[in-house]
C-alpha cells in the first residue's frame, strides 16, 4: 500500500496543534483529520525533538532556563514575544510573571549569614535553658503531688491532728 503525501500547509497546522501550550490530544486530531493516529504520534514526536524546550512543561523549566527567555525576550516586539512562546511552549502570562520575578530579584533584603548563625546559637541556648527550667519545675510538681498523696494517706491511716 503506497504512503499517503499530505500537503505541507496541513502538516504544519497539525503540527502547531500538536505543539505545547495548547497541545491538542492526538486522538481528537485524528477523529477531525481522519489521520491516521500512529501518523500523528510520529509527526508530534519529530515536532517535540526539534524544539526541545517545546517538550518541557514550564513548570519544569529551571530558573536559568526562564532567565533566558526573559533575556531574549526582552526586545522583542508584543507580536514575536508571543511567537516566541508558542515556539516555546509557555503562555505569555508565565513569560510576564517571570520577567516580574527577575525585577525583583533584588528587592529581597538578605540578612548577614554570621548574624543568623548568632541569632540561632542564641535561640538555641535559651530554648535549652527553657527545656532545663521546665524539667525542674515538673519534678518539683511531681515531688508536691507525691507528698499531698502521702499527706493524705497518712490523714486516713491516723487521723487529721486538728481533731486532738
Known sequence: ?????????????????????NAEKVPDIARETNIPVNTLYTWRSKVLKSNPTSNKKSKNWSSSDKFQAVLETASLSELETAKYCREKGIHVEELKSWI??????NENKFEDPKQLKDNLKK???KAKE???????K?????????????R????AIWGDPEDD
Open 1 to 21: 500500500m503506497p504512503r499517503k503525501v499530505y500537503p505541507k500547509k496541513l502538516k504544519e497546522s497539525i503540527f502547531k496543534r500538536l505543539t505545547p501550550p
Open 100 to 105: 516580574k520575578q527577575c525585577q525583583n530579584a
Open 123 to 125: 535561640e538555641q541556648k
Open 130 to 136: 527553657l527545656e532545663k527550667e521546665l524539667r525542674e
Open 138 to 150: 515538673e519534678k518539683a510538681l511531681a515531688e508536691t503531688a507525691a507528698l499531698l498523696v502521702l
Open 152 to 155: 493524705k494517706k497518712a490523714r
